[in-house]
């Protein structure tokens, strides 16, 4: 009877000081990242189909194709596990080779652009609506992940439940951050003047 009126002391104790919160949270970020890391790989999965598009339609601009084939290998390469949501090195190596794949599409849009008979080929068409439709996914899986990550930390540093993630080790979680915060926050140049020639 005592062991049970304490287990039962111990379960309250738990629920007051938040840590079922964390354990839900925990989870919810987990579940928030697995989100993120589907979104990637339907990416990673599309740009081959991208790029043999793009070949098979123009022969053009070889080093962009590299250039995109090369950051999909990066980004592809590195071994995600839970372990990454507590790793902050790791994490940041994972955002970085993301944002080199997402830099290198971007190029490759930019320089499909200048080629009329691209752009008019209904299979490429196709893939960059696919494309975009892949990179607003990937920011709304980000931005629940980002959500889930900031309650959990907020709850990590708020007293006194941040007294249950020193006893239970749950330390705050990375969360994603621009790679370019200076140039992004530089208004951009618009010049409708024809160029020069």
Not at 5 to 12: C, D, G, K, R, W
Not at 56 to 74: H, M, N, P, W, Y
Not at 124 to 146: C, K, P, Q
């Amino acid at each position: 009877m005592q062991r049970l009126l304490a287990m039962l002391v111990l379960a309250l104790a738990l629920t007051g000081c938040g840590y079922n919160d964390f354990q839900r949270l925990d989870e919810q970020s987990k579940a928030a990242w697995s989100e993120v890391l589907n979104q990637y790989q339907r990416r990673a999965d599309l740009v081959p189909n991208i790029v043999a598009t793009v070949k098979g339609e123009a022969s053009f601009e070889q080093d962009t194709l590299t250039k995109v084939i090369e950051a999909r290998a990066k980004a592809t390469s590195i071994q995600v596990t839970p372990e990454t949501l507590n790793n902050p090195e790791a994490f940041n190596k994972f955002q970085q080779a993301q944002g080199e794949l997402s830099g290198a599409l971007s190029r490759l849009m930019v320089v499909a652009e200048r080629y009329p008979q691209l752009q008019a080929n209904q299979a490429f068409r196709d893939l960059r609506v696919t494309l975009e439709g892949t990179e607003n996914r990937i920011t709304v899986a980000r931005n629940r992940y980002i959500q889930t990550v900031q309650e959990y930390n907020v709850l990590a540093r708020s007293f006194p439940t941040n007294l249950t993630a020193m006893a239970f080790s749950y330390a705050p979680k990375p969360s994603f951050t621009v790679q370019n915060e200076a140039q992004i926050s530089t208004p951009p140049t618009v010049d409708f003047s024809a160029p020069k020639k």
